[in-house]
């Protein structure tokens, strides 16, 4: 007998998610009879079924099968559960291959199949009693997924839906989706042509363009300044490195599937690096380290490289080549606390002045597995917890999620679109000094191992420049905007007058361009408007004969009979105060 759980509201939708795959794939089952099934799973939102059918799927299906599916949930169809031998589910799913494969693996001699209507699933559940418990629904799009994520294997057609208790939610889930896809980066960055990602170079590798490079520049000059002002020394170290440090570093052990093959350099094994710390490890023992010297903090932007599999390729979230705004602190584990909550200050300091309201603090503590003694363990997640006190900010415990080799402090945050992105994380590492032997000279004369913090304030660039331009929808502050003010002449007698204006602000460092094709006004604010640019001088006869001029926002907002000089001080001003809303620079 089944004993049925209560469940919590969450696992009520999960289970209404699953079952509206299983309808989906009856409904799929009536127009392709020869369909062959894979697995449809709930996942966040929603739902999948991934299919082998005879034909590609198109969009136009899509309300085809929705169709199907509301009559099957019109019909209120039970779904029945029985337990069968393997032996009986392999004649059961006799012409489903994959099915086939599933139930080979299984562990049970007993395996468990659902009905619904016509349709029959080999599932562990739940499912809902019936299918009219199933509310408010849509199918979003189609995708090609490898059956069981090998791209070795067949390659099957993914429908993904969305399923809410209500038509309200739903709808409310929609308009987040559309204004998503509105600010999807990838879009985005193409629109305002910041970077490209080209098959002919190579997935998952980033190509930075002229206007995305000026965003990273900016970025990077700002961390690199922060960080020196908070005691960071910077560094830069190599993209490749001897295979062997790996193997001391347990990466070639843990870490494996990430690495990419190997290169012979004279005989001798090289790989690219996947992470930046072994470097900053050997510049820290080119000496012996005394007690007085420490901390020693060493910044780098550095880029590594990790092997994706192709189909979790995601624009600039999910990259083969990447630039970590990487740091490692060596310390004394008297000084652990203190060096925490810099770091701390530091990861909020950033993310609030790129903007970013809402976050959450997350305190992982130690995982089942882990490098180092019980009593270090304690002793550094207390230290954590008391500089997360420090802060006087809540913060979560997150038990057990600890990487193996010491406690984190992970912060989140949160975008306009309220998705959650990685942001900072603080690492102690009690692993990696022992192996590298990395100590330094106590005041007692003796050598005592060094404590080490592994720590990203933003992740990547790569991936910071997705969250930021989803947060912004491309619309940049203006310290971190490409362009920052585009002249527009109304006609080409002004032409001469808006050059003027362009080098002008060039010269205080502004970054201004005019508009100078013989173009009618209109389209060329319109033109400046889709490309997001803070603020725009339209120059005409009027700013010509009083030299003045006329300031546009990009939210329309007007502003007439502004002298150049007034002007170029508030944006600098701006620029230099990394003002978030450009509204606010002028009034
Ligand atoms: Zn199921
Ligand atoms: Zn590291």
């Given at each position: 007998m089944v004993i049925k759980k209560k469940q919590t509201?969450?696992?009520?939708?999960?289970?209404?998610?699953?079952?509206?795959?299983?309808?989906?794939?009856?409904?799929?089952?009536?127009?392709?009879?020869?369909?062959?099934?894979?697995?449809?799973?709930?996942?966040?939102?929603?739902?999948?079924?991934?299919?082998?059918?005879?034909?590609?799927?198109?969009?136009?299906?899509?309300?085809?099968?929705e169709n199907k599916m509301k009559e099957i949930i019109a019909s209120n169809l039970p779904f029945t559960r029985k337990d069968v031998t393997k032996e009986?589910?392999?004649?059961?799913?006799?012409?489903?291959?994959?099915?086939?494969?599933?139930?080979?693996?299984?562990?049970?001699?007993?395996?468990?199949?659902?009905q619904q209507g016509s349709f029959l699933?080999?599932?562990?559940?739940?499912?809902?009693?019936?299918?009219?418990?199933?509310?408010?629904?849509?199918?979003l799009n189609i995708a090609g997924a490898y059956w069981r994520g090998d791209e070795h294997r067949p390659m099957l057609q993914r429908i993904y839906g969305v399923a809410f208790e209500t038509q309200e939610a739903l709808d409310k889930h929609l308009k987040r989706l559309e204004e998503a896809a509105r600010r999807d980066h990838r879009k985005l960055g193409k629109e305002l042509d910041l970077f490209s990602i080209q098959d002919e170079f190579g997935p998952g590798l980033v190509l930075w363009h002229p206007k995305g490079a000026i965003i990273r520049r900016a970025i990077e000059d700002f961390w690199k300044d922060e960080h020196v002002k908070r005691g960071y020394e910077l560094v830069y170290t190599p993209h490749?490195?001897?295979?062997?440090?790996?193997?001391?570093?347990?990466?070639?052990?843990?870490?494996?599937?990430?690495?990419?093959?190997?290169?012979?350099?004279?005989?001798?094994?090289?790989?690219?690096?996947?992470?930046?710390?072994?470097?900053?490890?050997?510049?820290?023992?080119?000496?012996?380290?005394?007690?007085?010297?420490?901390?020693?903090?060493?910044?780098?932007?550095?880029?590594?490289?990790?092997?994706?599999?192709?189909?979790?390729?995601?624009?600039?979230?999910?990259?083969?080549?990447?630039?970590?705004?990487?740091?490692?602190?060596?310390?004394?584990f008297d000084q652990l606390e203190t060096e925490i909550v810099g770091v701390l200050n530091l990861a909020l300091f950033m993310i609030d002045t790129f903007g970013f309201g809402n976050y959450q603090m997350l305190l992982s503590t130690r995982p089942e597995k882990y490098a180092g003694t019980i009593e270090?363990?304690?002793?550094?997640?207390?230290?954590?917890?008391?500089?997360?006190?420090?802060?006087?900010?809540?913060?979560?415990?997150?038990?057990?999620?600890?990487?193996?080799?010491?406690p984190k402090i992970d912060i989140k945050f949160e975008s306009a679109l309220g998705k959650a992105w990685q942001g900072p994380t603080i690492q102690v590492d009690f692993n990696l000094p022992p192996r590298f032997d990395v100590t330094y000279m106590g005041e007692d004369g003796q050598e005592?191992?060094?404590?080490?913090?592994?720590?990203?304030?933003?992740?990547?660039?790569?991936?910071?420049?997705?969250?930021?331009?989803?947060?912004?929808?491309?619309?940049?502050?203006?310290?971190?905007?490409?362009?920052?003010?585009?002249?527009?002449?109304?006609?080409?007698?002004?032409?001469?007058?808006?050059?003027?204006?362009?080098?002008?602000?060039?010269?205080?460092?502004?970054?201004?361009?005019?508009?100078?094709?013989?173009?009618?006004?209109?389209?060329?604010?319109?033109?400046?408007?889709?490309?997001?640019?803070?603020?725009?001088?339209?120059?005409?006869?009027?700013?010509?004969?009083?030299?003045?001029?006329?300031?546009?926002?990009?939210?329309?907002?007007?502003?007439?009979?502004?002298s150049l000089a007034g002007f170029k001080e508030t944006i600098k001003t701006a620029i230099s105060n990394k003002v978030k809303d450009i509204e606010d620079t002028l009034s």
């Open positions: 509201e969450e696992e009520k939708l999960e289970t209404m998610r699953h079952s509206a795959s299983h309808v989906m794939a009856e409904a799929v089952q009536s127009i392709f009879p020869d369909a062959k099934f894979g697995i449809g799973p709930a996942i966040e939102d929603g739902f999948y079924y991934d299919f082998d059918l005879p034909r590609p799927l198109n969009p136009d299906d899509l309300p085809l099968i009986k589910a392999r004649k059961l799913f006799a012409n489903q291959p994959y099915k086939l494969e599933l139930i080979d693996e299984l562990p049970d001699e007993k395996v468990s199949i659902y699933d080999l599932c562990r559940g739940p499912h809902v009693n019936s299918t009219g418990e199933i509310k408010a629904f849509k199918l490749i490195a001897r295979m062997d440090l790996w193997r001391i570093s347990g990466h070639l052990e843990f870490y494996q599937e990430y690495l990419y093959s190997p290169m012979d350099i004279e005989e001798q094994k090289y790989i690219l690096k996947p992470m930046n710390c072994l470097g900053h490890i050997l510049i820290y023992k080119t000496r012996i380290r005394s007690y007085r010297e420490l901390p020693i903090r060493y910044a780098e932007l550095g880029t590594v490289y990790r092997y994706e599999r192709s189909g979790v390729l995601h624009g600039l979230s999910r990259v083969r080549g990447f630039t970590q705004d990487d740091a490692h602190i060596f310390c004394r270090i363990w304690d002793e550094a997640t207390g230290i954590l917890r008391q500089a997360l006190e420090h802060t006087g900010l809540p913060y979560d415990i997150d038990p057990g999620q600890g990487v193996f080799y010491g005592h191992p060094v404590v080490m913090v592994h720590r990203t304030v933003l992740g990547s660039m790569e991936r910071f420049l997705a969250t930021l331009l989803e947060h912004y929808g491309g619309a940049f502050p203006v310290w971190l905007a490409p362009v920052q003010v585009k002249v527009i002449p109304v006609a080409d007698r002004h032409l001469e007058y808006a050059h003027k204006i362009e080098v002008e602000l060039k010269k205080g460092g502004i970054r201004a361009e005019v508009d100078d094709r013989s173009e009618r006004i209109n389209l060329k604010i319109r033109q400046a408007q889709l490309e997001k640019i803070p603020y725009m001088l339209v120059v005409g006869d009027k700013e010509v004969e009083t030299g003045t001029i006329s300031i546009r926002l990009r939210s329309g907002k007007q502003i007439a009979d502004r």
